[in-house]
């Protein structure tokens, strides 16, 4: 199977331009031979210094999240086109903090997937269930519903375009790593979904990345199973040593 392996650090509210350009010019040769693709979401200030200190490099600069309208009067907020002509290639929508502390719907994260893929970004869509869904077993009916009302009306082609990180909201930030076995089974579930909804060639192609207490400790044993194709990593990427090591084990 050839799909592309993603590990993308998200930084979430850390680093200013000056410590993203210092982290950049150090993580760069350290990862240098590396055959995965190597995302950085960054914070809005620091994505043009971090685009300036990686250029020539392997490592791709993206955004944390999005408005879905083109351009208006929402105080504070950013548009894909904005994040493109700063140099942004890519952007996560609806990240679990996204969902819960903003209160994100479904339906607003489904907008900005669309207008990203109109802004030329490509979305990391991530879905996740929380604890108290887990154990009343509802696990697989909000990835479905997260998944399906995430991408709908995307077209067969812009699917293509698309990563879908899946992190367990209680995963993250926690310490508590799901298992290779539990993410495994619901990447499996998301494959199958993807499958149904886009048919067997695109479920193939996408990159469904794994996120969650992930570590330079516990990136071997995720990255063999079958359909974990990369990772979306927070507190480890905020040191150049520990995303370099969790890099060079996949
Ligand atoms: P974590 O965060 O690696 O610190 O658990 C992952 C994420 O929120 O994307």
Not at 57 to 66: D, F, S
Not at 101 to 107: A, I, R, Y
Not at 145 to 174: F, H, M
Request: charged residues 25%.
């Amino acid at each position: 199977m050839s799909r592309e392996i993603i590990i993308a650090g998200n930084w979430k509210m850390n680093k200013n331009q000056q410590e993203a350009e210092i982290y950049i010019r150090a993580l760069a040769p350290l990862v240098a031979l590396s055959k995965v693709s190597v995302y950085l979401a960054v914070p809005f200030t620091a994505i043009e210094s971090s685009v300036r200190a990686a250029k020539k490099t392997n490592i791709v600069i993206g955004a944390q999240n999005m408005h879905d309208a083109a351009l208006g009067a929402f105080t504070g907020e950013i548009s894909g086109s904005m994040l493109r002509a700063s140099g942004a290639e890519f952007v996560i929508i609806g990240h679990s903090e996204r969902r819960h502390l903003f209160l994100e719907s479904d339906e607003f994260i489904n907008k900005k997937v669309l207008r990203s893929l109109i802004d030329d970004l490509i979305p990391i869509l991530c879905v996740g269930e929380m604890e108290q869904e887990r154990e009343a077993n509802l696990t697989f009916p909000v990835i479905e519903r997260q998944i399906k009302e995430g991408l709908k009306n995307i077209s067969g082609e812009d699917i293509n375009r698309c990563a879908i990180a899946y992190e367990p909201v209680w995963a993250i930030g926690t310490g508590k790593t799901a298992t290779p076995l539990q993410a495994e089974e619901v990447h499996q579930f998301i494959r199958e979904l993807l499958s149904d909804l886009f048919g067997k060639k695109v479920a193939n192609k996408i990159s469904i990345l794994y996120g969650g207490s992930v570590k330079p400790e516990n990136t071997k044993e995720l990255i063999q199973q079958d359909d974990i194709d990369g990772f979306l990593v927070g507190g480890a990427s905020l040191e150049v040593l520990s995303f370099a090591k969790i890099i060079n084990q996949c």
